[in-house]
């Protein structure tokens, strides 16, 4: 297995969690069904069962003399009265892929420019959104018209629609910068703000649309080793590591005293990533081997699975929670479902050999990973079937992902110094 220093271990193990928004909840790191509001189910451009796509993946045109008049089409344009035809699109033309790079997904044009940055394959295009600068981009989330992640400089963030502009990505806007070694820890973010756990024991909640230079106060002080956080309509939540405790914090709420609503003691070695629906808080108890829930309004912790190697990223959507073990070798690694109606059996095994699962988001039809040790991110059915890479390319070090209606966005966050990134990958 391969050896990480212990501040990359702890970011591995805590760092990523989704919650089932619809009205209610927003996601801390990547979405899920009815995730944001452009829905985070994967619609016609998302995998079917067997792995393949629904979308067009036709590299051809069609019609009367189409090769002839048009030339080859972006795949899923046909060629109509000489014009490639994009249905959907502002004027309802696609223009030719072999000089555009162009293709067709979802009723709509984009472009990859591949000598900019992107990468096309097929009908699908990875999209370098921003080279970070730094080795250490982790957590991500995305709402309807921004990626958010943390790095080595704070808090990030960079507009989706750079990725359909003639360019392979714009400057990222820092929200908030790191205070020497107080370092952002994880996020989650709801429609007005970013809610961040940081390595000095704080909780701070930064707006998405300001930079305050770091000079933010905490809406929680005297944290112990805060690591995974979620926010629902209401409330705030986030596990301490430190002190085995998960907690509670009204948004709107006059004191900053959070409220315990799982005190472990020793059934816990450290609660890391955590996930929320609109009943439950779910978490991952990386080194103590568990997953486990207990009610938004605290009561005892019940167990979902125990002997678990390694549980590190945890999702939910509703009906299933869903988590990675990162398994104690290079390839024993696993993703994990386990049915929220009914009797904790310790869950399905939805993909086994995994190398390093680390991040996990889901979607109304799939479950999404990224490969820390394996160099990919990776999708596997909700309802079973044959785990695959999203994407044939390599990804050196994936760390965090997040999903919404049309695309994936994920951190990479490989050893050399200055060459992180963040990815999106469109279609999905």
């Known amino acids: 297995m391969r050896k990480l220093a212990p501040g990359l271990a702890l970011m591995l193990a805590g ?21 944001r509001s452009t829905s985070g189910s994967s619609g016609t451009g998302g995998r079917s069962t067997g792995g393949s796509t629904g979308r ?27 014009v490639c035809v994009c ?9 030719p892929s072999t000089s555009d790079e162009s293709f067709c997904f979802e009723g709509t044009c984009s472009w990859c420019y591949v000598h900019k940055g ?10 370098q959104l921003e080279i970070v600068g730094d080795s250490s981009p982790g957590c ?7 990626v958010y992640w943390n790095d080595t400089t704070g808090l990030e963030k960079v507009p989706i629609e750079d990725m359909t502009k003639n360019s392979p990505g714009g400057s990222p806007q820092t929200l908030y910068l790191n205070q020497g070694d107080q370092r952002i820890v994880c996020l989650a973010i709801d429609d007005t703000d970013v809610y961040l756990t940081v390595s000095d024991g704080t909780i701070r909640r930064v707006p998405k649309t300001s930079f305050d230079g770091g000079a933010i106060p905490p809406i929680a002080s005297g944290q112990d080793a805060p690591q995974g956080i979620a926010v629902d309509r209401f409330n705030v939540y986030w596990t301490n590591s430190g002190s085995n405790e998960v907690m509670r914090l009204e948004k709107t709420a006059a004191s900053v005293q959070p409220t315990v609503i799982a005190t472990l003691g020793n059934v816990s070695e450290g609660p890391n990533a955590i996930a929320v629906d609109s009943n439950n808080v779910y978490w991952t108890d990386y080194e103590g081997s568990n997953v486990m829930m207990v009610p938004i309004d605290g009561g005892v912790a019940t167990t979902i699975a125990i002997n678990q190697e390694l549980p590190s990223a945890i999702a939910v959507d509703g009906t299933n929670v869903y988590w990675t073990n990162q398994g104690t070798s290079e390839s024993t690694g696993q993703v994990v479902k386990q049915l929220l109606a009914g009797a904790f059996d310790g869950g399905t095994v939805l993909a086994a050999r995994q190398q390093q699962p680390s991040g996990i988001a889901v979607d109304g039809t799939n479950v999404y990973w990224t490969n820390y040790s394996g160099d990919s991110v990776n999708f596997v059915p909700i309802a079973g079937g044959e785990p ?39 279609p999905k």
């Open 56 to 82: 067009s993946t036709s590299g051809t045109s069609s019609g009367t003399g189409a090769s002839d008049v048009c030339g080859p089409c972006a795949p899923g344009a046909t060629c109509d009265g000489g």
């Open 15 to 35: 760092c990523w969690q989704v919650a089932v928004v619809g009205d209610e909840l927003t996601t801390g790191g990547s979405s899920s069904t009815g995730g």
């Open 140 to 146: 991500i989330a995305v709402d309807s018209t921004e």
């Open 388 to 426: 695959g890479p999203v994407f044939p390319i390599a990804t050196n070090d994936p760390i965090g992902i997040a999903v919404d209606s049309n695309s994936l966005y994920w951190t990479s966050s490989p050893p050399t110094v200055y060459n992180g990134a963040v990815y999106q990958l469109t």
């Open 87 to 95: 249905p959907g699109a502002t004027d309802g033309t696609c223009p």
């Open 118 to 127: 992107g990468t096309l394959e097929g009908d699908q295009c990875r999209m």
